[in-house]
């Protein structure tokens, strides 16, 4: 049996102080998936305790690209909270982050509540709109070394996120659209919506199911990154940090000290 108030502790510690700490699996070999989750739900208790508000979910692990720099082959979800909103044009504050990484995603705004099994199809006319997304992760583990029952305890490494203008997603085919991630002008990542578990709206799906399993449905309202489709790059000061999805738009963040 694990302590999740104990765990939620460390990494809470880890967070504020900004120094990581080694992966909770190693000090505790039987923690499982679902532990990982309860250190996960203790940690956003506390976060809405603390006045917080739920904006949302994110998943994570969802593009093989990912599953291969992480090492971990299952995909996951966290929950999104306001505080991690990037103001657009304001700048995002680097400072107090232990080492920050940007990936490019696509975003879901959810128009109705959305419950239970569902298709790719039966997801995606649940939502309102649909953008480009910047997904600012920071691991409280030391070098981004968990195991799955670690990252999801630490609510999947999320830090903060960022969208670009919505679209109402009638009408529009997100099959094999082309995302990047620019630092200034250059092109850091390059994948393709498809490289999202076949399709975007299927992460949706997989969400879905993944809070059904509880008995818990995604509000209306709600915004969820469908996970990234390339590798995340670490984030670097002062700098235009840009997700662009073909025939979406874009996101931005420029970062400062
Ligand atoms: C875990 C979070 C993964 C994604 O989009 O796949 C994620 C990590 O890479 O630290 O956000
Ligand atoms: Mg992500």
């Known amino acids: 049996m694990i302590d999740p108030n104990g765990l939620c502790?460390?990494?809470?510690?880890?967070?504020?102080?900004?120094?990581?700490?080694?992966?909770?699996?190693?000090?505790?070999p039987g923690m499982t998936l679902d532990d990982g989750y309860r250190v996960q739900e203790?940690?956003?208790?506390?976060?809405?305790?603390?006045?917080d508000r739920i904006a949302?979910?994110?998943?994570?692990?969802?593009?093989?690209?990912?599953?291969?720099?992480?090492?971990?082959?299952?995909?996951?979800?966290g929950v999104l909270t306001e505080?991690?909103?990037?103001?657009?044009?304001?700048?995002?504050?680097?400072?107090?982050?232990?080492?920050?990484?940007?990936?490019?995603e696509i975003a879901f705004v959810l128009g109705r509540e959305l419950k239970g099994r569902v298709s790719a199809e039966e997801a995606?006319?649940?939502?309102?709109?649909?953008?480009?997304?910047?997904e600012?992760?920071?691991?409280?583990?030391?070098?981004?070394?968990?195991?799955?029952?670690?990252?999801?305890?630490?609510?999947?490494?999320a830090c903060a996120f960022a969208l670009g203008p919505v679209s109402p997603p009638a009408g529009l085919s997100l099959a094999g659209l082309k995302i990047e991630l620019l630092l200034g002008d250059k092109v850091v990542q390059?994948?393709?919506?498809?490289?999202?578990?076949?399709h975007p709206a299927q992460s949706l799906a997989e969400l879905s199911a993944l809070l059904a399993s509880r008995g818990?449905?995604?509000?209306?309202?709600?915004?969820?990154?469908?996970?990234?489709?390339?590798?995340?790059?670490?984030?670097?000061?002062?700098?235009?940090?840009r997700a662009t999805v073909a025939g979406l738009g874009d996101a931005r963040v420029q970062t400062r000290g």
Not at 56 to 77: C, F, H, N, W
Not at 124 to 134: Q, T
Not at 190 to 198: E, R, V, W
């Open 9 to 28: 502790d460390a990494l809470e510690r880890a967070r504020a102080q900004a120094r990581p700490i080694e992966r909770l699996s190693a000090s505790h």
């Open 42 to 51: 203790e940690g956003i208790r506390r976060r809405l305790s603390a006045g």
């Open 56 to 77: 949302g979910y994110k998943m994570g692990l969802t593009s093989r690209a990912k599953m291969e720099q992480m090492k971990v082959d299952v995909p996951i979800m």
């Open 83 to 104: 505080g991690m909103r990037a103001a657009p044009g304001k700048a995002f504050v680097m400072r107090g982050l232990i080492a920050p990484r940007v990936e490019p």
């Open 124 to 134: 995606l006319s649940a939502c309102s709109g649909v953008c480009a997304a910047l």
């Open 136 to 157: 600012i992760i920071d691991s409280r583990y030391t070098a981004f070394s968990f195991s799955l029952p670690d990252v999801v305890a630490d609510n999947c490494s």
């Open 190 to 198: 390059a994948g393709s919506s498809d490289a999202i578990l076949g």
């Open 216 to 241: 818990e449905a995604i509000p209306a309202g709600s915004v969820v990154l469908s996970g990234a489709a390339t590798q995340a790059v670490a984030l670097p000061v002062w700098t235009e940090v």
